[in-house]
């Protein structure tokens, strides 16, 4: 191991253990907040491990993020699993990341579902295996008429894609005469998006110190908070997200306003 590699080591741990304790009022929670799981390459050589060690341990913190939101109460949660300019990436990535989340999907019972949580995948089916693409439909059908949080996985995703696949659909059912395009504003622009029936998006998370958007949710984030840590995401605790739940509950949010 690097000097490099074993000086990020002490300092996420380092971090994690004074990070300081902040309150989060359980009565102001935002309603939606969407993630980019970022950084789980650089965990990975950090420590000297091939890059899907990152993405397996970055599966894992999912599962504990995930759950902490459904119990404190989050209504949705969406999380960035893979955008469609991920298939640039090694095809031996690309095939662990579609393991990770065939791997996810079929354990979701253990740690979602029996409490009552929502699945949904968001993005486009092309170049899903046939497998995946079942096990989707079954986890989308089996859990759609659960009360708890639901938990948005966008893979194949990407905002550009999601707001053509809109205007195409939209233009078509204009040509088809069920709408007639002087009704079409932005609540009817919702509902041809792949998060049509979802709360607004309160906060956006990327941690891992990148400061850009990478084509998640361009519509949806239009008046949603950010927050971002250099914290690489397989470290990310719910210790992270109460911080940045303390600081979204800090902000004055305006809308445009005064
Ligand atoms: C970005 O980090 C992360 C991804 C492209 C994939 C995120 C996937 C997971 C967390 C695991 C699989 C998902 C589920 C739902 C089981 P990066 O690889 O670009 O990191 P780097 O910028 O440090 O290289």
Redesign the pocket.
Known sequence: MSMKQTIYGLYSSLQSIFIKNVSVDRNRLPRHIAI??????????SKGLP?KE??????E??RTIASYCSEIGIEALT?????TE?WS?PKE?VDA?ME??Q???DRADEFLIGKDNRIRVLGAPDGLSQKLLQSIRALEEKTKHNTGMTLN?A?NYGGREELTQAARRIAADCVAGKLPPEKINSDVMEQYLYTASLPELDLMIRP?G?LRLSNFLLWQCAYSEFWFSNI???DFTPKHLQLALHDYQKRNRRFGGV
């Open positions: 980019i799981m970022d950084g789980n390459g650089r965990w990975a050589k890059r990152g993405h397996k341990a970055g599966a913190t999912l999380v960035y699993a893979f955008s991920n990436r990535e990341l990770l989340l791997e996810y999907l996985i893979l891992s990148e690489n995401w397989p």
